[in-house]
């Protein structure tokens, strides 16, 4: 019978799974870190490959402390860290660069460059969010240049 669902948490320098029962109550939680790059003063990344071993080490504690299976899971959910920006080689499957926190300020100086030359109003009329460095897209363009 399919007991639990499993929610898989990456938020950056952590990554929880939660086992949730059918009346919708956490009964365990298996928990891994994530090494935190810091490339320079204030900018935030993490390895992209420590990402996944973390979510899959989270998953593996949280399932053998309940001795669950796989056939106990009814469905899985996954929720990450809006924001954190991450670029996988279409080719290889490898990361291209390290994941990009959505704190991370190294975009910041870009954004007030495209807000001067007037840039942030075709950017909300085209994508429906405002011109910050919390978002992807700028960590994106960071990330291919």
């Known amino acids: 019978m399919k007991k639990y669902i499993l929610v898989i948490q990456q938020q950056g320098a952590v990554s929880k799974a939660h086992l949730v029962n059918k009346k919708s109550q956490i009964v365990a939680t298996g928990q891994q870190t994530v090494g935190i790059i810091a490339d320079k003063s204030e900018w935030i990344g993490y390895d992209p490959l420590e990402m996944i071993y973390s979510v899959r080490s989270a998953i593996?504690?949280?399932?053998?402390?309940?001795?669950?299976?796989?056939?106990?899971?009814?469905s899985v959910a996954i929720l990450n860290a809006p924001g954190t920006c991450l670029v996988w080689d279409k080719s290889s499957g490898l990361p291209l660069y390290q994941a990009i926190d959505a704190q991370c300020p190294r975009t910041k100086d870009r954004c007030r460059v495209l807000i001067k030359n007037h840039m942030a109003e075709e950017i909300k009329k085209k994508t429906g969010l405002n011109l910050n460095y919390h978002h992807a897209a700028p960590k994106w363009q960071w990330i291919f240049e």
């Open 60 to 74: 593996l504690k949280v399932m053998q402390e309940k001795k669950v299976k796989n056939t106990d899971l009814s």
